[in-house]
């Protein structure tokens, strides 16, 4: 996908026009969902915050064109059937409080779901409090959390700390923009970090098979 060819998807999304942007990704068709979401949607939404750091645009500018990738991705993956086998494995997927970037874990979510994971999406700013309760009740294998700003690493801690103390311990996957970041951190605790979707897919096919990796790539 050329500069070009973002920019002039980018400009859809910022100006709302769910149409264009539809009819884009549909001459993108010979694409997978994978490839659509790695190589036009996350590169065209990474344009639009860089374009918002700089001053290009408003919070408002940003927040139409997440909408529209939004009923993008909800229109490239329509709704999954409920799970056929009581032993499907089970994620669930959540932005700690305050993170409201959430269309990559979305993106993650659906992956999941296509691979034939049961899934609990909750999407941005879901209180610490409440993700650990739910995760305690539901008990899913996998738990998804996204970071894309700094400032949020330490609350993304906290929430690996207190969800790794589960009694079915889950394996926890940290994605986003600062996801890198964190194995920095001082007792960073057992997370694997995912770099994009390529290397997430991997990761699902591998803990499919009972193993447990690290994603990340240095």
């Known amino acids: 996908m050329t500069d070009e060819s973002i920019r002039e998807f980018t400009g859809y999304l910022l100006e709302g026009n769910e149409r264009l942007a ?72 959540l932005c700690v409080e305050g993170e409201a970037h ?23 700013n879901l209180p610490l409090e409440y993700a650990a309760k739910k995760a305690a009740d539901w008990k899913p294998d996998v738990i998804g959390l996204s970071v894309s700003i700094v400032y949020n690493l330490p609350m993304v801690k906290s929430y690996i700390n207190e969800l790794s103390k589960l009694s079915n311990r889950p394996a926890i996957i940290l994605g986003g923009r600062m996801a890198g970041k964190y194995n920095s951190m001082e007792d960073a605790g057992e997370v694997y970090i995912v770099e994009d979707l390529s290397s997430l897919e991997n990761w699902v096919k591998t803990i499919g098979t009972g193993e447990r990796w690290n994603a990340y790539q240095s």
């Open 22 to 93: 539809w009819a884009f990704l549909d001459r993108n068709r010979f694409r997978s969902r994978k490839e659509v979401f790695e190589e036009i949607i996350t590169p065209s939404m990474r344009h639009v915050g860089e374009m918002w750091e700089n001053n290009e645009i408003t919070v408002a500018d940003e927040h139409i064109a997440t909408g529209v990738c939004d009923f993008l991705i909800s229109r490239l993956y329509p709704p999954a059937g409920p799970a056929d086998s009581m032993q499907v494995k089970k994620a669930m997927f």
């Open 102 to 124: 959430y269309l990559g874990l979305k993106m993650a979510h659906l992956l999941f779901e296509e691979h034939g994971w049961d899934t609990l999406y909750f999407g941005p």
